[in-house]
């Protein structure tokens, strides 16, 4: 998955909000339809990439100060 093709499924949600998605989506895996499932996919997705780019933000600043 791109992060082009994730952004159309979530929409532009802040971090809280994929997180609570995730937390919904996950609980009862059952009852997902397939979009849920890629809905899903989609905001773990936006989250990781999310996080790498924290980290190598932070890794800059350290190497800079």
Partial sequence: ???ERARQLVGNQDTTSLKNMIRALSMLPALNTPEDE????????????RNKSLKASINRGARLG
Avoid: V
């Avoid at 890629?38 to 990439?49: D, M």
């Fill in 1 to 3: 998955m791109d992060r």
């Fill in 38 to 49: 890629e809905r899903l996919a989609a905001a773990k997705f936006i989250l990781r990439s």
